[in-house]
């Protein structure tokens, strides 16, 4: 079993298909995995999240009491991939977050208020992010906003989470992919889109994972230059 994972989240990395987009992709995960990472498409993981959703909320996500919570710039990804007909029959806002990791410290988030219109009259929250690896955000998204949605049950939905990830207050926390890692350690969970982004993230989880971090630099710099 791998114990590191990618998430492939770059238009033309996107996608496992019978098309010239679709054989780039899959010759880009056989590299990753030829590497030890294991990859995950956002279309394949947006088909498991359509799936597993039917599973866990069934129609509670249409209610008009039920509102979906998208944190940050992850979030975002999973909302772009997401159906356009399925988010118009959810009421769904977007709010601020971001993770900040400080050495010798647990990870903490910043978060937003949830845009308060009707807030009062919400039943059930659910929180849609890309990854949950610590529960930071989540339990922060709920701390700060709980007081306002006084009467609503709170669930987290996510790509792939960490199983140590801490959520206890949460009614119910699922994800699309199965949880990684194990209750006492966390496996790296990355985004394509994240590393590109960031040489300087992609240089660090680089040095700090492989024995040789040249083959993966590699493959992100040709990566980072057909995006």
């Given at each position: 079993?791998?114990?590191?994972?990618?998430?492939?989240?770059?238009?033309?990395?996107?996608?496992?298909?019978?098309s010239?987009?679709?054989?780039r992709c899959?010759?880009f995960?056989?590299?990753?995995?030829?590497?030890?990472?294991?990859?995950?498409?956002?279309?394949?993981?947006?088909?498991?999240?359509?799936?597993?959703?039917?599973?866990?909320?069934?129609?509670v996500?249409?209610?008009?009491s039920?509102?979906?919570?998208?944190?940050?710039?992850?979030?975002?990804?999973?909302?772009?991939?997401?159906?356009?007909?399925?988010?118009?029959?959810?009421?769904?806002?977007?709010?601020?977050?971001?993770?900040?990791?400080?050495?010798?410290?647990?990870?903490?988030?910043?978060?937003?208020?949830?845009?308060?219109q009707?807030l009062?009259?919400?039943?059930?929250?659910i929180?849609?992010?890309?990854?949950?690896?610590?529960?930071?955000t989540?339990?922060?998204?709920?701390h700060?906003?709980?007081?306002?949605i006084?009467?609503?049950?709170?669930?987290?939905?996510?790509?792939?989470?960490?199983?140590?990830?801490?959520?206890?207050?949460?009614?119910?926390v699922?994800?699309?992919?199965?949880?990684?890692?194990?209750?006492?350690?966390k496996?790296?969970?990355?985004?394509?889109?994240?590393?590109?982004?960031?040489?300087?993230?992609?240089?660090?989880?680089?040095?700090?994972?492989?024995?040789?971090?040249?083959?993966?630099?590699?493959?992100?710099?040709?990566?980072?230059?057909?995006?």
């Open positions: 079993m791998s114990d590191k994972y990618m998430i492939l989240d770059v238009p033309g990395l996107d996608r496992d298909g019978a010239e987009q679709g054989e899959r010759d995960m056989r590299r990753l995995q030829d590497l030890g990472i294991t990859p995950m498409t956002a279309s394949s993981l947006t088909e498991l999240t359509i799936l597993s959703w039917r599973d866990r909320f069934g129609e996500a249409r209610d008009q039920t509102l979906l919570v998208f944190p940050g710039n992850g979030a975002n990804v999973v909302r772009g991939y997401l159906p356009q007909e399925w988010l118009e029959r959810c009421k769904w806002r977007a709010v601020e977050a971001k993770r900040i990791w400080e050495p010798g410290q647990p990870p903490r988030a910043i978060v937003g208020r949830i845009s308060p009707r009062g009259s919400m039943r059930c929250v929180i849609v992010d890309d990854v949950i690896s610590s529960g930071a989540i339990r922060e998204i709920m700060v906003n709980d007081p306002w006084p009467n609503a049950k709170w669930y987290a939905f996510s790509w792939i989470r960490q199983t140590s990830a801490f959520t206890k207050r949460f009614d119910g699922y994800s699309a992919w199965e949880p990684v890692g194990t209750n006492t350690m496996v790296p969970i990355n985004s394509l889109s994240t590393l590109l982004a960031h040489p300087e993230l992609a240089d660090s989880y680089a040095r700090r994972n492989f024995a040789d971090p040249a083959p993966l630099l590699t493959l992100l710099g040709e990566a980072g230059k057909d995006k």
